[in-house]
Structures are given as C-alpha cells and as structure tokens.
C-alpha cells in the first residue's frame, strides 16, 4: 500500500513539473522569435548558436523499497539566458572650436555727437621776390633841423660856430682833405656835442666798424642783405644797435662822433653798389626820399642854409641856385 503511495505521488509531481519546462521553453522560443523578428536589418547581429535541449523525462520506476526524492529534470533555460542586444556605435562627436570673446562693444550713445566743423586750410601768401635793385625810403636826414636860436647859438642839434665854414655839408661840395681836394659824396653835420643820431631808412643792420683814425663807428645798413642799396651812417659813437638787428626809420642809432672840442661830426651816405655789374655810385639823399615827406625836410633843409649865410653874412655861401635839390649840387656821385 505504501508502494503504491509513493508511486502515486511521483507520478503527480512528475505531471506538475512537466507543463511548467514546457511552458518555459515555448515562451522562451517566442522571445527569440520576437527578438530575431525586431532586430535592425543593418546591423548584422550573429544568431545565437545554442540549441535549445530537449527535456528528456525518464519514466521512474516505482521503487517499492524506498521513497526517493522527486528527480530534477536536466533543463538548459533558454529564457534565464539574455539574447545580446545589437548595440550602435555612439556618434563621432565634432569638437566644437572655442570662440574667443572679443572686446565687449559699447552699444552706441543715443546722443548724437557733433561732427567737428573742419577748420579751413589757410591760404598761403607767397613770398614777394626782392628787387635788389629798389632803393630804400629815407623819412629823416639822420639828425634833428631846426630854425636857429640866437639865444641858444643851436638850430637844432647844429650849433653854430663862426670859425667854421659850413656847419651842415651840402652833397657834393668840394672839400679839402688830408690828401687834397675831394667831393663829398656824403651829407656832413657838424652838431652839438654827442647829438642824437637817427636811423634814416629800415632795413637791417649788416656791419659795424670802427673808424681807423676816429675813435667812432662807421655803420652800414640795408633793405635786405640781397640789395644793391646801402645807407651808410659814420662817425657814430655810443651805438645803440646790433648786427642783424632790424631798425625802422626814427630809431636811434648812438650819437654823433668827435670832429673838435665843440662839436661832433657825422655824416649820411646813400650808395648804389651792383656786385654784378661793378656800378657803384652815391646819390642825394632827396632822390629816394619818402615823397609825403619829403618837401618838409627840404624847406628845412633851405631854412638851415637861409639862417646859417644870414649867421656868417654870406647870402653866397651855398649858392642855392645851383643845386639840384636843397643841400644837393649833383644828383648822383660816382665814386
């Protein structure tokens, strides 16, 4: 009867275990199935190789004797072993390059800014080209002409003296000097001690020399350093200029140089010189004089000659009907 038991109870377990590995190997056949049927047809995944085992069941015998334990089939699940998934590759992934920030910019100012006016270029003036050959303008005869004082014994910065001939030089007069006769090429004054002396035209200061017998100074001055014209003032002491410096008319030159125990002496020379040409010459004074001016220095130049022939008693001491001009008996001197 206990024989009979057990068998009987093998047999149940047997009929319970069965169905189960059945169901298993179905469900796990179908996975494959779906799995095969789903997979991407451009990746070439390999087929599992393994082969799903049949379950082999023994028949058990009843063993009468004993009771032996419920035999485990040999079962290979194919469910329990994962079927690979077909994996892809990840993407290359393109190194994006670094941006490299530049200078933050400045949003622009709603306030409008003024465009500058341009300033406009200044028309250059050209410089004038220097005739060498224009003569300066003369608007004084170097030292002061007054009419004469009796009281004072001074007509001006003249004083007069009877022992002298002339005290005022006409150009162009014969004198005698240390080698002779000679014309005088020059306006001569015989003045006051020390009377002031005037440049008589502008121009620039070219050179000064000391005298070589006179302890005075000769000095030389011109329109420009390229000019033929030179107006030389000698016999001047206490100078008061410079060379280059430049000198309007009116400006003071020194005073007047030693000529005796009572008087100075000086003199005005203007001289034509063309370097190119060898022309030289001295001309009166009155030829390059500024004409608004000109006929009040004559009238006191022929009021000093009036009043010194009235001084000496003389009325034909400049002979003033021979002159060219008052105080000039020639025009021109060539030396």
Known sequence: MNALNAARNNDGVIGVIVPIIVGVIIIGAAAIVFLTATKPRNVDTPTPTSTVKELIVDEVSPTPATDPEPTTPDVTNEADTPTPVPTTPPPTITPVPSVIEGPTSTPPSSTNTPVPTKTPTPTLTPTPTIDPTTPPVLKNLMINFAPYSSKTGLAGAFKFVASEDMVFLPFGVTVSGPSGPKVLGTFEYRTTPNATVLVAADGYVQSIKLNPTDPDYEILITPNADSY???????????????????????TLGTAGVWSNTLSRTELMVRYSNWKTNETYTVCPFNIFDPSLKSTYTAKVTRHMSDWESFKGDTSIYNESSQIAPGCILSTFDE
Request: hydrophobic content about 45%; cysteine-free.
């Open 229 to 251: 014209w030179q107006v030389w003032y000698d016999h001047v002491k206490n100078v008061a200029v410079k060379v280059g410096d430049y000198v309007t008319a009116g400006t």
